[in-house]
Nanobody, 123 residues
């Protein structure tokens, strides 16, 4: 089994930046991808960005393209989400998730989820 722990959330003014981290532990053998999702109050959870563990492929939601960058450090078993030019509409709880048996990014069918980290962007 896999455990995922997010960190790096906080309060930032519009136009500012944050970097989220997702630290993975447990049985990480085989093919898998890691994705970031977010859920704002009254909204459904939505896909934000994803990356294959090898870093060979990435995917971004249209709303964050050009502003967010996902990356991974295999040696540290960690995935990062660099968020620049943050907007109030980015306010949400951000979750890290892992999908097994994948070598390209998917936007659904994730098997493990972290507890989330709050990102609040003030105007």
């Amino acid at each position: 089994q896999v455990q995922l722990v997010e960190s790096g959330g906080g309060l930032v003014q519009a136009g500012g930046s944050l970097r989220l981290s997702c630290a993975a532990s447990g049985r990480l053998f085989g093919l898998f991808v890691v994705g970031w999702f977010r859920q704002a109050p009254g909204k459904e959870r939505e896909f934000v960005a994803g990356i294959s563990w090898s870093g060979s492929s990435t995917d971004y939601a249209d709303s964050v393209k050009g502003r967010f960058t996902i990356s991974e450090d295999n040696a540290k078993n960690t995935v990062y989400l660099q968020m620049n030019n943050l907007k109030p509409e980015d306010t949400a709880v951000y979750y890290c998730a892992l999908a097994r048996f994948r070598n390209t990014v998917v936007r659904s069918s994730y098997d493990y989820w972290g507890q989330g980290t709050q990102v609040t962007v003030s105007s």
